[in-house]
């Protein structure tokens, strides 16, 4: 797999061919994907509540997008309550100058990093980098995706397009190991040798979050290796990212979330680290505590009545492991931090009708709905997709222009119209049978034009037969 | 019981023996069935694709032509999942309350063939022989949209002669997803490969399903392959007897 950071965002359905064809990224995600979704299948089975516990997720997300305005503000009073310094971003510029100016504050030129895809939402490493700032990542395959320079592939798994062999490589050249086998165990001590020098160094922290509770002030990470706690513990600084979606009401309400999120991710019971921190406490942890509250374009999710459903996501990734686009694409082709189903109907949402890559995403499905049903907040993707197509085809013909496929519109124009007339309708079936014999050979069609031509690369038509089913009801009464 | 056949566009055109096979099915079991010669699409490419308000008048039209039935039957899993799922949502989109509340009353009486034979029937066993190896591929519509579960499976079971295999993987997708196969088509056939892998694998000499369009795609692939499998709507399957 090379490195996506190059490519230039291009429709999905341009992209997908080459990630398609990489036999090692087919075999890599296929195998991790099928290991996970059978995990996951494991222990969800064993909740006899599941469902109840996925309805209340849903509820206490509803009522956070409800009331958002409330929540925040009340989050705001908890956390400098709490001793924490509350920044308003409006979007990722403002994001990246307001976590800039707080380090360059403090003179330093390296910080280490919680995994976190909001960051990556904004581009914070790339925008640092060009302050003279390294941010380094801390989580395993965060650093792995960091040291290749690549890109993030799942949302839980960054590195889920890479196998150890590969690592093996990469760490030898980067970390200068000469005698490194594939073993996990080998690969993880090289990178918790090279880690633990940094974490004990480091004077600032940089985090996004899982949860921030508005009663509390709390700020949540939850994560598997304990690097997340050593840069969110040992730094005199922490600053962290929090999509204002993220908040939940209550601290109560973490005994819905706390089960259906290991679960759906990484198919565990209980999640092993899991990181809260509210303020700042004296002479424990982190002395000053920064939390930037980043809207980036979710107040305009929020305003859509049917994608607003979108921001209850919990980023467990369970659509990303079910989903059979993803399983065969893998993330790059996504061109997003958010790949996968969520990523299809999120990363649209969020950059606007007019990138033209994102707006391919609602079309990267089969509507399987898959995703629907392992979403642990009951997220309704395939209708949301639905949603966003039938928005982008409005927003094309308010503007003028249909890139690329013009011919489809005026086909589903004159189509609704032959619907909606038994006769044209009639007469368009004839009308089809008799022109389908320019194609017609040996009794099949193997052959059709333009973009028909995408369904005979690999699959043969039948021909329409000589008698309609209405013909035949019609000769029986 | 009076049966309206809602054949779907699809199968009117291009499966004329799965719309005949199940009239004959229907009737079989002592039913009447009338079809109604006004219907056309229920216009499901056209809501997928994102021309949503087109096809607001093949809602009305959908409802003018079948509110007066007792019973509405389609052999489509994704149309009637088309029609539960999106014809409320349409309706409300029309702003026509009174069409709100047609399509309220209209639902509750639109049922796919195999829910209709198990769950509103009753009926397991019709009665059919079918002496082949048969593998059944549970459509993505009429498993996570319809929730359909097994009844095509028990009404399959129940066949006389029929050697029904398990499909290994069965619920994932064939990659047909409507224009997902042509916008998206290499994705779209490195599912299908996935599929036709499986259906290999059974041995079967008939792959059936509840859709025709997952099972044009299926056969589209097996055909062009030369494997020796063939595609049958679960319908026809039903309606052969000894």
């Not at chain 2, 025709?212 to 299926?218: A, F």
């Amino acid at each position: 797999m090379s490195s996506s950071k190059t490519a230039v965002p291009q429709a999905f359905e341009k992209t997908a061919r080459t990630y398609l064809d990489d036999a090692q990224l087919r075999r890599n995600l296929g195998h991790a994907t099928r290991t996970i979704r059978n995990k996951r299948n494991n222990v969800v089975g064993e909740m006899p509540d599941w469902e109840e516990l996925r309805e209340s997720g849903r509820q206490i997300k509803q009522n956070v997008m409800m009331n958002l305005d409330r929540y925040l503000l009340q989050l705001e009073e908890s956390v400098i309550k709490a001793g924490g310094v509350v920044h308003w971003a409006h979007d990722a510029a403002d994001a990246n100058r307001i976590i800039a100016n707080l380090i360059k504050e403090k003179g330093e030129s390296e910080v280490v990093k919680v995994k976190s895809i909001t960051t990556d939402e904004i581009g914070l490493n790339d925008a640092l980098d060009k302050e003279g700032i390294h941010a380094l990542e801390t989580d395993l395959a965060e650093l792995i995706v960091q040291m290749a320079g690549d890109e993030p592939s799942h949302i839980l798994v960054p590195a889920i397009h890479k196998n150890r062999s590969e690592i093996r490589d990469l760490f030898r050249e980067k970390l200068g190991i000469e005698n490194l086998s594939d073993k996990p165990a080998e690969l993880a001590d090289a990178a918790r040798r090279y880690l633990r020098k940094k974490f004990l160094h480091a004077k600032i922290g940089v985090s996004g979050a899982n949860f921030a509770v508005a009663e509390t002030g709390t700020v949540v990470v939850v994560e598997s290796e304990g690097n997340g706690r050593m840069c969110t513990t040992l730094p005199q600084t922490l600053i962290s990212v929090l999509g204002i979606e993220k908040i939940i009401p209550t601290w109560q309400d973490f005994e819905v979330f706390m089960q259906l999120l290991p679960r759906s991710s990484t198919a565990e019971r209980m999640n092993p680290y899991n990181n809260f921190w509210t303020g700042t406490t004296a002479g424990d942890g982190p002395q000053e505590f920064h939390l930037v509250l980043l809207d980036n374009g979710r107040t305009s999710v929020l305003a859509d009545e049917t994608g607003r459903d979108t921001l209850h996501c919990i980023r467990c990734s369970a659509c990303l492991n079910v989903c059979p686009v993803y399983e065969r694409t893998g993330g790059h082709a996504y061109h997003s931090v958010y790949p996968g189903p969520i990523g299809a109907i999120l990363t649209p949402q969020l950059r606007g009708p007019d990138d033209v890559a994102a707006a391919s995403l609602p079309y990267a499905s089969s509507l399987c709905g898959a995703c629907y049903e392992v979403c642990p907040v009951k997220i309704n993707i395939p209708e949301i997709l639905v949603h966003l197509r039938n928005k982008g085809v409005r927003h094309k013909k308010r503007r003028g222009f249909f890139s690329g496929v013009r011919i489809e519109p005026v086909i589903m124009k004159m189509a609704a119209h032959a619907f909606r007339r038994r006769a044209l309708y009639e007469m368009a079936q004839k009308v089809a049978r008799i022109g389908q014999r320019l194609y017609v050979r040996k009794g099949i069609i193997s052959k059709l034009p333009f973009q028909l031509s995408s369904w005979t690369e690999m699959r043969d038509l039948k021909p329409i037969p000589e008698q309609t089913f209405r013909e035949w009801w019609r000769t029986r009464s | 019981m009076n049966i309206s056949l809602f054949i779907a566009c699809f199968n009117d055109t291009l499966f004329p023996d799965t719309g005949k096979a199940t009239v004959r099915l229907l009737e079989r079991l002592g039913h009447r069935v009338d079809f109604p010669m006004e219907q056309t699409c229920c216009g499901q490419i056209h809501n997928n694709t994102g021309y949503q308000e087109e096809i607001i008048p093949l809602v009305k039209r959908f409802v003018d032509i079948f509110s007066d039935s007792e019973a509405v039957v389609a052999p489509s899993a994704s149309c009637v999942a088309m029609i539960r799922d999106y014809y409320p949502k349409l309706a409300i989109l029309s702003g026509d309350t009174d069409l709100m509340d047609r399509v309220d009353r209209l639902l509750p009486r639109i049922y796919e063939l195999s829910q209709f034979l198990v769950s509103k029937l009753g009926v397991e066993d019709v009665g059919a022989y079918y002496p082949h190896r048969v593998t059944y591929h549970p459509t993505c519509h009429g498993t996570r949209m319809l929730h359909i579960g097994d009844a095509p499976l028990r009404l399959l079971r129940n066949v006389r002669g029929i050697d029904l295999v398990a499909l290994p993987g069965a619920e994932e997708c064939c990659g047909f997803g409507g224009t997902f196969a042509l916008k998206n088509a290499d994705t779209s056939m490195a599912m299908l490969t996935d599929k036709i892998s499986a259906i290999k694998a059974t041995g079967a000499e008939v792959c059936t399903a509840a859709d025709n369009s997952c099972l044009m795609h299926i056969g589209g692939a097996l055909n062009r392959q030369r494997s020796g499998v063939k595609v049958v709507h679960f319908a026809e399957i039903l309606a052969c007897m000894d």
